[in-house]
């Protein structure tokens, strides 16, 4: 069953929406050569005790840190720690989530470590980033699931092919509902299966955690000895992005941007609900 949220449910995951963004901004900002990941997830549980809220990472399935931070090659679901120290020019994805009485909000950002990065990866992370923003743009009332996805597909596709060849739209991991759980039906894809078929007509109250995954190579990805980390099986790097969004009368509302999504929605021609806090 897919969870229809109301005006007021949904105003209290734009509150733990904007915790997520405080971690963003904190952790970005602490993403320097010579920290460690174990620093950056030390950054972001001081911003959740700040706000009074709760990590949905910490525990979940086992998981022991508030924050999954994924450097390079590592596609999503890194778990901090001290030896893992970022050097210039790596690239690191930091996915970090938070719960407001009860309601969850989940978000994930590329960001780059240092200077000197080839131009592979800054295009990497700005397709990527950019196809996030076209599947949020395809969040139409009475719109299907596939449209999500196809939209996110179709912008990557229609990208110049990077010197590796191609990009990977990572096949083993997806978008999802959001809510009273972080994860909940239903799963979306960030390509389209026609085993999958139309999914759900999308209406006010849906609320779905849009976040594609790309690498410079394989869409085929392994998971190493600590059952958490996600690497792509050639060893090529990658690039993830994610904001939580929900569906409303006046259109979609990014509970996980600052500005609920208004500038980038406009690029689209599509106007950002207004903020339910003012």
Request: with cysteine; glycine share 10%; aromatic share 6%.
């Amino acid at each position: 069953m897919v969870q229809i949220k109301t005006p007021e449910q949904i105003a209290k995951m734009r509150e733990a929406g904007l915790v997520v963004a405080a971690m963003h901004a904190a952790t970005r900002e602490a993403a320097v050569p010579g920290a460690t990941t174990h620093d950056l997830d030390q950054v972001a549980r001081k911003v959740i005790a700040d706000h009074g809220a709760k990590s949905n990472f910490l525990g979940y399935g086992g998981f022991p840190a508030t924050i999954c931070t994924s450097v390079n090659e590592v596609v999503v679901h890194g778990i901090p720690d001290e030896k893992t120290v970022l050097k210039d020019g790596d690239i690191i994805s930091i996915d970090a989530g938070a719960i407001v009485d009860g309601w969850h909000g989940d978000a994930a950002y590329t960001a780059f470590v240092g200077t000197g990065h080839a131009p592979e990866l800054v295009e990497l992370s700005r397709v990527t980033e950019e196809s996030m923003w076209a599947g949020i743009a395809a969040m139409k009332v009475n719109n299907r699931l596939v449209d999500v996805s196809r939209a996110i597909e179709t912008y990557i596709r229609r990208q110049p092919r990077p010197a590796t060849g191609k990009y990977g739209i990572i096949e083993d991991f997806g978008g999802h509902g959001i809510g009273t759980e972080m994860h909940m039906d239903p799963h979306l894809l960030n390509y389209v299966s026609r085993k999958r078929g139309k999914g759900i007509k999308l209406v006010p109250g849906v609320c779905l955690a849009i976040e594609p995954m790309v690498s410079l190579g394989t869409p085929r990805t392994e998971t190493l000895a600590d059952d958490w980390t996600v690497i792509t099986t050639d060893g090529t790097w990658s690039s993830h992005w994610e904001h939580s969004i929900a569906l409303t009368e006046q259109g979609p509302l990014v509970l996980t941007a600052p500005d609920c999504g208004k500038a980038k929605l406009a690029e689209y021609g599509i106007e950002a609900a207004p903020d339910p806090l003012g």
